[in-house]
């Protein structure tokens, strides 16, 4: 008798391994196949994927922001873009619970806030802060964070202008989707100045910038 209830036991502990294992194949699956339809403007159909996936493992954060990733990108052309941003800020929250290390989910929410009227400066600090020496989030935070800048404090200025700076530093020829962005918002050359590192390479990248932009305006 013990025998058989163990046999059982193990039996019952056996289906539903399997069944966990099935499920996160299938989510794992339909995750795959959303972005594939993402990349091929299948919008609806991807949101069919992306919800399934998540519906099928809650518990992937990467799951959650995937779908909210893409709910900001498409939100845009909807009407009802409000409704997509919300679920989006409310998916990013939920993968942050999860993960609370990753630098860019926080981006991510930080992008959505913005995008609803609010500020995502608090976000873009915490993605900074998770992940200080990344290329990617210093460029994402300093080049989005511009868009703030009419509404910022010179301390979080100064925070902007730090996160482009360090992306000049890694790679000075990015100067030429900076410089102008910068210049443009801001209006000042000494700005462009504060973001451009010492050294003659540097330097001489702004003086070109400055004097074609001086022919360009005359």
Avoid: C
């Avoid at 919800?51 to 498409?74: C, R």
């Avoid at 973001?195 to 400055?210: C, E, G, H, S």
């Amino acid at each position: 008798m013990i025998k058989l209830m163990f046999r059982i036991v193990l039996t019952v502990v056996f289906i539903s391994l399997a069944t966990v294992i099935i499920v996160i194949f299938i989510a794992d699956l339909n995750f795959n196949l959303a972005q594939k339809s993402e990349k091929n403007y299948l919008w609806q159909k991807a949101i069919a994927q992306y919800d399934l996936a998540v519906k099928l493992d809650p518990f992937n954060s990467e799951y959650l922001a995937g779908l909210a990733k893409f709910l900001y990108d498409i939100g845009p052309y909807h009407t009802d873009k409000i409704l997509y941003l919300q679920r989006a800020e409310s998916l990013y929250n939920s993968a942050i619970k999860l993960n609370p290390e990753n630098a860019g989910y926080y981006l991510g929410l930080g992008k959505v806030q913005l995008a609803e009227g609010k500020s995502g400066l608090d976000n873009f600090k915490k993605a900074v802060e998770n992940d200080p020496n990344g290329f990617f989030i210093s460029y994402a935070v300093g080049y989005t964070g511009m868009g703030m800048w009419k509404d910022l404090n010179s301390k979080d200025r100064e925070f902007i202008l730090d996160r482009l700076k360090k992306v000049l530093e890694l790679r000075p020829r990015l100067s030429k989707y900076i410089y102008p962005r910068v210049l443009k918002i801001t209006q000042d050359l000494k700005v462009l100045q504060e973001i451009t590192a010492r050294d003659y390479k540097a330097q001489k990248i702004l003086y070109d910038f400055v004097m074609k932009n001086m022919k360009d305006n005359k």
